[in-house]
């Protein structure tokens, strides 16, 4: 069977030749392939304590792994045994990372100190784990603002407890590994500082056993017709208008049609080779069940759009979000133009059903579930990258945006064609001149919960 990897960066490589040609790209004639990376959006991307990977020091694994019966953790046939490992500072950074004497299920007890600064943030190295291993995590921290975080060798996300807030996904994690690593980091971090410690305990199962990798495809589909008591999250129920670009953007009255299409196009773009379907609701064969749905219409004084929460590896294909079309009149002060309006509606609409299959938000322009782009920036193209996870998720770590998104739905991440990827092998623009202007983060939601009709509440983050 052919490498689905070889075969997508040849056909990668094939394009970026192709633009190196014609002078869209940079050549490279030492044949390194960091112009390549570049065009993809998988050139490493530093961490936001400066590294751009955990280093190769703590636990490690022996062996080529592919014998379940030498791999760390419990057998589902055997009486469960947790170990209790308490935590010793420092272990503030991946380097610091704590090994634990892992057996396969361990407690770990540790505190969140306010000394720190709201700061703190602990480590701890696991060791192996492997594809086709269930994770299971628990986080009790008594209701304090803490978070928990699974992340692999090179520091991508892989899963993510945050008890006080369901709509940032379940309380527990109970996944699938995909992919093997060396080292199985666990990080316990805050996002708000606070007067005193806060104490947490986080258990970490892994099961011994192989186990199919789930994938659940999904169809998708964008209603522009409007709708009767939609709810999104715990919201109340609204009812949503048909969709009219004019509401946007009056210079745009009578190009509705046009509107739709492109909008729908540069959506299904931004998942090409991915098992995601995409259809308007007008589409005679469009399926009626295992749908999510996306509606387009109405406003919200502070809200772009909002999904009903964050969805590891898919667990629901029944899901819904909405795009409050009428407020992206905002960007007519930019003067974006047809192409420009079209292009942050769908950077928004790939950014909700990004959180509707489990991605989180990041701090890099150019990423599609991005949260830090100035309203000039999210004019542009944006695409699915490794990029680093905004501070609202960790402090630290990247998401690995293509390969969660295949571990989701199954499938690859395709290279758009050669103008995208001209496209997204530029900078994005600049923050900064004298027009442009932040979008306020009350006004980029992730979840209907009731706590994120407060601005500062901590949910409260995602378009």
């Not at 704590?98 to 602990?122: K, Q, R």
């Not at 994770?135 to 692999?152: E, K």
Request: aromatic content about 6%; proline content about 7%.
């Amino acid at each position: 069977m052919a490498n689905p990897c070889a075969s997508l960066c040849a056909r990668a490589a094939a394009i970026c030749a192709a633009l190196a040609m014609a002078g869209c790209v940079p050549a490279d004639p030492n044949g390194d392939s960091s112009a390549l990376e570049q065009v993809l959006g998988l050139a490493p991307t530093v961490a936001s304590n400066g590294s751009t990977t955990p280093s190769s020091s703590g636990n490690s694994s022996t062996g080529d792994g592919s014998d379940p019966s030498t791999w760390t953790g419990v057998d589902p046939d055997e009486p469960l045994v947790t170990t209790r490992h308490t935590e010793s500072e420092p272990n503030d950074t991946w380097d610091q990372a704590e090994a634990v004497d892992f057996g396969g299920s361990v407690e770990l007890v540790g505190t969140i100190a306010a000394s720190h600064g709201g700061n703190d943030c602990d480590f701890y190295d696991l060791g192996a784990a492997h594809a086709g291993q269930r994770l299971q995590a628990d986080l009790a921290n008594n209701g304090a603002d803490i978070q928990l975080g699974l992340l692999d060798e090179q520091g991508r996300l892989l899963a993510y407890v945050d008890p006080i807030s369901p709509s940032a996904g379940p309380s527990r994690v109970d996944v699938i590994l995909h992919e093997s690593t060396a080292r199985l980091y666990v990080m316990v971090a805050t996002r708000s500082a606070a007067s005193v410690n806060r104490g947490y305990t986080a258990t970490v199962t892994l099961s011994r056993t192989a186990n199919p990798l789930p994938m659940r495809p999904q169809a998708v589909v964008l209603v522009f017709q409007g709708a009767t008591q939609v709810r999104i999250g715990s919201r109340q129920p609204i009812d949503v208008p048909p969709f009219d670009i004019a509401d946007v953007n009056s210079e745009f009255a009578g190009q509705n049609e046009a509107a739709i299409q492109s909008l729908f196009e540069k959506v299904r773009d931004d998942y090409d080779g991915l098992n995601v379907t995409f259809y308007r609701d007008t589409d005679p064969d469009r399926p009626t069940q295992g749908l999510t749905v996306i509606y387009f219409g109405n406003s919200d004084a502070r809200l772009l759009g909002l999904a009903d929460n964050v969805d590891p590896f898919n667990g629901d294909a029944t899901q819904s979000a909405i795009l409050y079309t009428d407020t992206f009149s905002l960007f007519n002060q930019l003067r974006p133009g047809f192409g420009g309006t079209m292009q942050v509606l769908a950077n928004v609409t790939s950014h909700e059903v990004g959180h509707l299959l489990g991605l989180r938000h990041t701090a890099d322009p150019e990423d599609i579930l991005d949260v830090t782009a100035t309203a000039r920036q999210m004019l542009a193209d944006q695409f699915f990258k490794t990029a680093n996870l905004h501070v609202s998720v960790l402090p630290y770590g990247v998401q690995d945006a293509p390969a969660m998104l295949g571990w989701s739905v199954g499938g690859e991440l395709l290279p758009r064609v050669a103008p995208k990827l001209y496209a997204q092998a530029k900078p994005a623009p600049l923050a900064g001149d004298e027009d442009d202007f932040y979008i306020p983060r009350s006004l980029l939601g992730d979840c209907g919960c009731p706590e994120c009709d407060q601005p500062h509440h901590p949910a409260a983050a995602a378009h």
